[in-house]
């Protein structure tokens, strides 16, 4: 396993986020009338949010360079051996799986894998996607893989900002004892912490050949809240961008190579659609693009 960041630790909050607002002019009157809720210092700031933000921003692309070259040459090299990127997240994280496959400016030959792929491509009853416990069952990541167009050279990503679920942890144990090359997009600091959900009590970020971490921390939103929990979450907007940094990477080693990549076109300029179906006929059987 490659990584770049222990995960017994991970960074401590942005220190913008401890910052308060500044006190509201003295009129004579109160902020706020007795029991109306809390006061302006103790609200979540946005701009807080927003610093936090733009310092992973900055930090991550500098501070894990090398496993992103490293997963962008994992994804070059499938490319060019003719595999599929085969992308998976469950919940949320199934927005940077989105991110990976199917989108303007993004690879064609990918593919986005995901739970409900058990009941559009397995033949499971629609009412087995309401089960709370979906993600972390172990048995559905083989019904999902079952359920995939997969072959030899064929590289995933799976992205779960926690990296104990699982159907998380099962699907990249599989995908390893298959022979893929597995590419990892988790929080370390919420892994380190949270208790292990699989049999093995094993993580996401135990079994990947490259390991990214989005920097969010265990729970992770980042604005705390007067009475408890805290709101504003960052893994979403930290994945997308290591999945773009990834994807960039491969392009750039694709195009020194002398290679034309395989990327779409918006399908909502008036050359997308002839330029994305040419595309996505070299891969015929190989992509899927429902659900």
Do not use: W
């Amino acid at each position: 396993m490659t990584a770049e960041t222990d995960v017994t630790g991970g960074k401590p909050a942005h220190p913008d986020l401890e910052a308060r607002a500044p006190d509201p002019p003295d009129d004579g009157r109160p902020a706020h009338p007795p029991g109306s809720g809390p006061t302006a210092p103790d609200l979540p700031d946005p701009d807080a949010y927003v610093r936090h933000i733009a310092d992973l921003v900055r930090s991550i692309p500098v501070e894990q360079a090398d496993p992103i070259k490293a997963a962008a040459a994992l994804v070059a090299r499938a490319l060019d051996g003719g595999g599929v990127v085969q992308a998976f997240g469950s919940g949320h994280s199934e927005a940077v799986a989105m991110e990976i496959a199917g989108r303007a400016g993004g690879l064609v030959p990918t593919n986005r894998l995901a739970l409900r792929d058990i009941v559009l491509y397995g033949g499971a009853d629609r009412s087995e996607l309401d089960r709370y416990d979906l993600e972390r069952d172990p048995t559905v990541a083989h019904r999902i893989l079952d359920a995939a167009p997969i072959a030899d050279g064929d590289l995933f990503v799976v992205i779960s900002s926690s990296g104990v679920n699982g159907v998380v942890v099962e699907l990249a144990a599989q995908v390893k004892e298959r022979g893929h090359d597995l590419i990892a997009i988790t929080s370390l600091a919420h892994s380190a912490a949270a208790p292990a959900r699989h049999p093995s009590g094993r993580r996401l970020c135990d079994l990947a050949d490259v390991v990214l971490d989005n920097r969010a921390p265990y729970g992770d939103a980042v604005l705390p809240l007067p009475g408890g929990g805290a709101v504003a979450a960052v893994s979403t907007i930290t994945s997308a961008l290591l999945a773009q940094l990834v994807v960039i990477g491969a392009v750039a080693e694709l195009l020194a190579a002398g290679q034309t990549p395989p990327v779409y076109l918006s399908a909502n300029v008036p050359e997308g659609d002839a330029h994305n179906l040419a595309l996505e006929a070299r891969y015929a059987g190989r992509i899927r693009r429902g659900g």
